[in-house]
């Protein structure tokens, strides 16, 4: 089955310094490079995302939201960390939603790469991995989600913190099985998972 790799969102501000610092980013960037890395070496298809926030027009006006603290058009933050750097042949889509499908050209860029399958990385899980893993599903695509190769953060909710780990796995629960199949890097670049008949 022809497989690709969607690298989701592993921008600058979500590192240590960034405007919106996850738990584990630089781990996962780095288990993100062993998958980019493998793909790289055989050929196959690597698909990049990146999200750009987008400012609202300024107006005294309490109905518009604040104004994008992160992933700001034109900051250091905005742009794709230097562990998985697009090479220039690579595809870079942008994109300004948690749905990297949503007002973009991904699924007519996937489909002309005949590709059928998804190894998917990326940040954060809670919300761009989430929201891309169902959308892919829903149009057709195997998702075979690496969740050593993904970070996030804690939330509140309730009057209570919940833990980044704990997101983390809450939301893979969620989506194994039903939604893909979620793996460690290793058991993905397993022989069985990526058709390696397709270079």
């Given at each position: ?10 921008q600058n501000d979500y590192f240590p310094g960034g405007k919106m ?118 149009h057709g695509f195997e998702c075979l989600i690496a969740h050593d ?24 629960a969620a989506l194994n099985s039903s939604y893909g199949k979620v ?17």
């Amino acid at each position: 089955m022809p497989t690709g790799l969607l690298i989701i969102d592993i921008q600058n501000d979500y590192f240590p310094g960034g405007k919106m610092e996850l738990e584990g980013s630089n781990q996962a960037a780095q288990t993100a490079r062993q998958l980019l890395d493998f793909f790289r070496a055989h050929r196959l298809p690597v698909f990049h995302i990146q999200h750009l926030a987008t400012r609202p027009r300024v107006v005294p006006n309490p109905v518009v939201p604040n104004p994008a603290t992160f992933f700001v058009p034109g900051t250091p933050g905005a742009e794709i960390h230097a562990e998985v750097k697009p090479l220039e042949n690579e595809i870079v889509v942008q994109k300004h939603f948690p749905n990297s499908f949503r007002e973009t050209e991904l699924l007519q860029l996937l489909q002309h790469h005949q590709v059928k399958r998804l190894a998917i990385a990326g940040m954060m899980t809670h919300m761009c991995i989430d929201a891309t893993v169902r959308a892919a599903t829903d149009h057709g695509f195997e998702c075979l989600i690496a969740h050593d190769a993904c970070a996030t953060r804690a939330l509140n909710f309730g009057g209570r913190t919940v833990p980044a780990a704990d997101v983390h796995a809450a939301f893979l629960a969620a989506l194994n099985s039903s939604y893909g199949k979620v793996l460690s890097t290793a058991e993905i670049l397993a022989k069985g998972f990526v058709d390696l008949t397709e270079e």
